[in-house]
């Protein structure tokens, strides 16, 4: 029957593309990841603890820990104030604006780090300045933090742009024509609205904050102890056949790529409610 | 008082509205009624505040306002699609513009709240005050933008298409308590239609406009039955245009035995209480003529002389004449 051979035809598609996409995503994902936490606990759970307790790795947690502390608040501050002058105003310049915070993801990393080495290095621009008055940015953890701040802005404003476009105006309009000031429009109405989003962004800024290696790594100098983050930290120790110590970090870093994610699936989900009841 | 004066507006090279003036008398309800592109959603929210002219004066009570925010000069406005806080509840809304308020000007939380409720009472959503916007209908909603908007006592209350976003039956249920609301309350009022029939039925006043220039101003009674140019005769009810540029609403066209126009009857259906014949006239023009429902109608294909009753008409520069 030609109607059945269809729909037999449908059912073997089916379970060919499924099965692409699982073994696709079993030997790129999967794989790695069991790798990972295999070889981090290969010297046992002793031998994996007393690999990220040792001294560098604890620096390399806490300077991680304090980029992403610094760098995740500023472009959340930034994301928010970009995507509202983007989407609740219109000035000269906005679509030149949209295209700069698209930058740092059409940059190669490394070439990121390397302009505020050409900024801020000894031989830079502002170089022999920051050396008269004695500033450390580069090879410092100023530079980290900077690179860092770069690499992760676009994440924010991405997220708010379109949500607050597709909200439109009105609710802002509404609130001013009731008496409320700028402050309180923004603290009562806005933010709300634009609340999971923000989360959203936030989540996935801070994901990379704490994973970028690119442009950390030319700012950084490997100064161990003071200038290594987490993943640089990893290269060190894997180029140095700490195979156990590397992976021990670095399953740390898996781990919080897991947080992230079942972090984001639960942000999505509340997400959908809340736009379900919108409409 | 509300009194508008020289207004224009231009967005980009676009001309919204050309040298406005409008006086509005105390407690009037008013329509600004146009197409859209008209301008007359841009007039609304000048008077508001929400947009500024590039040139010409709102004077509200005789005091120029034409410098003072939105937040300053004390209108209520009711947004197309509601524009309710969805995270807060329909107590919170309302509430909004009074919690909002300066310290010093602030009314009490209980006193807060049993303003809340009172104004819930009004728009007779009493006892809803805990739901929020998304649980609510689109009339309710509404209602609560509406309620939200008295909340703060405005001297003006200014509504953007108000029943635009509702279904047929709603819209006329909620037109009909408005109009008990606007004469309960005696609240200056202005709104903004695209339909005519919601304009004639509430307004003390229509505002007829087209490519931002006001056409005429009148009663619905004027503007119906007076238009003051050819464009107001066809968009405030049906119009049909006959040789020598007579304007003739269908019910005021009758049939003859002979003379007067010949029409070529190309359809006929029932209307409410009438028949309506559409046909065609010696020029190619479309007619259309409501009849008297108890009479036989005139058949499909035949050629009927039809006379005016009652006709505008205006001069060459569109002036009534």
Redesign the interface.
């Known amino acids: 029957m030609k109607a059945n051979r269809w729909i037999t035809e449908g059912r073997f598609a089916q379970v060919l593309l499924i099965s692409v996409a699982l073994a696709f995503l079993g030997f790129f994902v999967m794989l790695p990841l069991i790798a990972v936490f295999s070889e981090a606990l290969k010297k046992g759970i002793d031998g994996f603890v007393e690999a990220i307790t040792n001294p560098d790795a604890v620096d390399a947690i806490k300077l991680t820990l304090l980029v992403a502390a610094i760098s995740v608040p500023v472009n959340m501050v930034f994301g928010v104030a970009a995507s509202w002058a983007i989407t609740k105003f219109s000035f000269p310049g906005k679509s030149l604006l949209i295209t700069l915070i698209d930058l740092p993801f059409s940059v190669s990393p490394v070439v990121s780090g390397l302009v505020f080495v050409l900024l801020f290095g000894a031989h830079g621009y502002l170089g022999p300045w920051l050396i008269e008055h004695d500033i450390k940015i580069i090879f410092a953890v100023p530079g980290i933090v900077l690179a860092t701040v770069f690499i992760t802005f676009p994440f924010v404003a991405r997220e708010l742009i379109p949500l607050m476009e597709e909200q439109g105006k ?2 802002e ?9 700028g402050w ?1 429009t923004f603290w ?2 806005t933010l ?2 634009i609340r999971w989003g923000l989360l959203y962004g936030v989540l996935l800024c801070n994901a990379r904050a704490m994973g970028e290696f690119g442009a950390v790594s030319v700012v950084s100098g490997h100064i161990r102890g003071e200038t290594n983050t987490m993943p640089l930290h990893v290269e060190i120790l894997y180029n140095e056949y700490d195979f156990v110590g590397a992976f021990a970090v670095a399953s740390l870093l898996a781990c919080l790529a897991l947080v992230t994610l079942f972090a984001k699936s639960v942000l999505e989900w509340r997400f959908d409610i809340h736009s379900g ?3 | 008082m509300i009194e508008v004066q020289n207004i224009a507006k231009r967005f980009g090279n676009y001309p919204a509205l050309h040298d406005i003036n409008l006086k509005i008398q105390e407690g009037e309800f008013i329509a600004l009624l146009g197409p859209s592109g008209s301008g007359k959603t841009t007039l609304l929210r000048i008077i ?3 947009e500024f002219p590039d040139t010409g004066q709102v004077f509200l009570n005789d005091e120029d306002v034409s410098d003072r ?3 300053e000069r004390g ?3 009711v ?1 197309q ?1 509601y ?5 807060m509840t329909v107590a919170e809304n309302v509430a ?2 009074l919690s ?2 300066k310290r010093r000007l602030r009314p009490a939380k209980a006193v807060i709240k049993a303003r809340a409720d009172e104004l819930l009472r009004l728009v007779q959503l009493e006892g809803l005050g805990s739901r ?1 916007p ?2 609510l209908s689109g009339g309710q909603r509404q209602r609560v933008a509406l309620a ?2 008295l ?2 006592e405005p001297r003006l209350l200014l509504l953007d298409e108000p029943f635009g976003a509702l279904d047929a039956k709603v819209r006329k249920d909620l037109r009909r308590w408005l109009r008990d609301l606007h004469k309960q309350m005696g609240l200056t009022s202005i709104f903004v239609t695209h339909d005519q029939e919601e304009a004639l039925e509430l307004a003390d006043r229509v505002v007829v406009m087209d490519h931002g220039v006001i056409e005429q101003v009148g009663t619905p009674e004027q503007v119906y039955m007076e238009p003051a140019s050819p464009f107001v005769s066809k968009f405030v009810g049906e119009t049909n245009v006959l040789s020598g540029g007579l304007h003739v609403r269908p019910h005021d066209l009758e049939i003859i035995e002979s003379g007067g126009e010949r029409v070529l009857v190309d359809n006929v259906f029932r209307k409410c209480g009438t028949w309506r014949v559409e046909g065609t006239l010696e020029n190619g023009g479309v007619v259309e003529i409501d009849l008297d429902a108890s009479l036989p109608p005139p058949a499909h294909g035949e050629t009927v002389h039809v006379s005016p009753r009652r006709s505008n008409s205006f001069s060459q520069d569109g002036v009534r004449s």
């Open positions: 009105d609710d309009e509404a609130a001013i024509s009731l008496g409320a000031n309180q009562h109405v709300p609205n009841a919108r409409h | 508001a505040g929400l925010s939105v937040g209108v209520g406005f947004f699609h524009a309710l806080f969805r995270h909004f513009g909002v308020r929020y998304g649980q939200r908007a909340a703060i």
